[in-house]
C-alpha cells in the first residue's frame, strides 16, 4: 500500500467529472487500499479519487467511531434522498483547516458497485448520508466551498492560495 497526494483546492483537477470504472480487477484494489490508507492517514471520513488526481467514480468511507468499517462505492448513484434537510459543518481534505456550514439531505438511499463488481444499495443518514453526498460531489467536479457565498470562497481560495506558496 501506498500513501497518495492528496490535491487541494483550488487545484483545477478536483472539477474534472469522473468516468464511470468498467474493470474491476487487481489494479482497482490496490488503488482502493490506496485510499483508504491515505484517508485514515490524513484523519479523515471519506476520501474520493478525483482529490487523488484519479478521475474515476470511486469513492471510500468510513465514518465508524473505531475506524474499522471502510465501505467502498464504486460507479455511485444517489437513488434517492430525504426531503429533510439540515445545515451542518462540513470540513474537506481538499481544503485543510477549512469549516463551513453545507445544508444536506438527512439521509440518501445509494447504488454501488464494490471492488470486486457486486451492486448493492446502501441506505445512509447523519453523518454517512453527508458523508455519501460530499464525496460524491467530488466525482462530480464540486468542492463544499462551491455552496458558500461567492465572498467566503475567495477569502478561502485566497487563504488556501497563500499557505501552499508558503509550503513551497
Known sequence: MALLNILCYPDPRLHKVATPITAFDEKLRKLV????ET??????VGLAATQVDVHQRLVVLDT???RNQATVLINP??????????KGEEGCLSV???YDGVER???VKV????????VRELEAEGLMAVCVQHELDHLMGKVFVEYLSPLKRNRIKTKMLKAQKEDA
Do not use: F, N
Not at 447504488?111 to 457486486?118: F, I, P, R, V, Y
Open 33 to 36: 487500499a490506496d485510499m483508504l
Open 39 to 44: 484517508m485514515y492517514e490524513a484523519q479523515g
Open 64 to 66: 465508524s467511531e473505531e
Open 77 to 86: 448513484e444517489i437513488t434517492w434522498y430525504s426531503e429533510e434537510r439540515v
Open 96 to 98: 485543510p483547516g477549512i
Open 105 to 107: 439531505a438527512v439521509a
Open 111 to 118: 447504488k454501488a458497485a464494490d471492488e470486486h463488481g457486486q
